[in-house]
């Protein structure tokens, strides 16, 4: 059945440490996917998207994502979290699919 | 291009009461989504229009759920003899898909519904 997975349901990280989310996918093809951010109370930011060509995709918010066709991840990365970016995350394929999201604490 | 916006943001109803939610997209956008979201989980697709048409519906949409996008442009979502399990936020989102199937969707802040 294809699916959106998000391993971890929730993270902390210390402020100025580097933060990496997983998401795996699982499709008959590579599908086009997706990065949401969402604040509490709030709806969905579009942080960053593959269509196709480069893997590594540069987003919003000093975020980058990285496609892995062998291991059909596309993993959430950034290399110095800010406090502002506690939030909820969530992965997205195209069909309109989201995984569950993993919560972002961050940690003076 | 001011976002997709929602009406209203928070909505408390009784038990057996009707409610209507309304989204206005992004004005060039010709899809409309709307979906639900429980406490912990990622939206959950209920339905979308392109323009007027009401292209795909989720076996979620019971049918004490209605939505419509009467001239496609904003829509309604209406549901009927609400439920405890109605409870949630009611996200609405917007796009204008590109060739090739690329399609990026923007979401509204939502309607949070809870149903006393």
């Known amino acids: 059945a294809q699916s959106v997975t998000q391993p971890d349901i929730h993270i902390t990280v210390s402020e100025g440490a580097s933060l990496e989310l997983r998401c795996n996918y699982s499709?008959?093809?590579?599908?086009?996917l997706f990065w949401y951010v969402q604040s509490p109370g709030q709806g969905l930011q579009l942080l960053l998207k593959?269509?196709?060509?480069?893997?590594l995709v540069q987003g919003i918010k000093g975020f980058e994502a990285e496609f892995k066709r062998s291991q059909s991840s596309f993993n959430l990365r950034k290399p110095s979290v800010h406090w502002s970016d506690a939030a909820e995350y969530f992965c997205a394929v195209e069909d309109m699919r989201f995984g569950a999201g993993t919560r972002l604490t961050v940690k003076p | 291009d001011t976002g997709v916006s929602q009406d209203p943001r928070h909505k408390i109803t009784k038990r057996g009461q009707n409610v209507t939610f309304r989204c206005d997209p992004i004005?060039?956008?010709?899809?409309l989504y709307w979906y639900r979201q429980t406490l912990g989980q990622g939206p959950e697709f209920l339905t979308y229009f392109q323009n007027e048409a009401q292209l795909e519906k989720s076996r979620l949409l019971s049918d004490r759920f209605s939505a419509e996008r009467p001239k496609g442009s904003f829509s309604t979502l209406e549901i009927q003899r609400t439920e405890q399990g109605d409870s949630a936020m009611y996200l609405c989102a917007s796009s204008l898909p590109q060739g090739g199937g690329k399609n990026i969707q923007y979401f509204g802040a939502g309607t949070r519904l809870s149903v006393l």
């Open positions: 593959y269509f196709s060509g480069d893997t």
């Open positions: 004005s060039e956008h010709n899809r």
């Open positions: 499709y008959g093809a590579t599908p086009y």
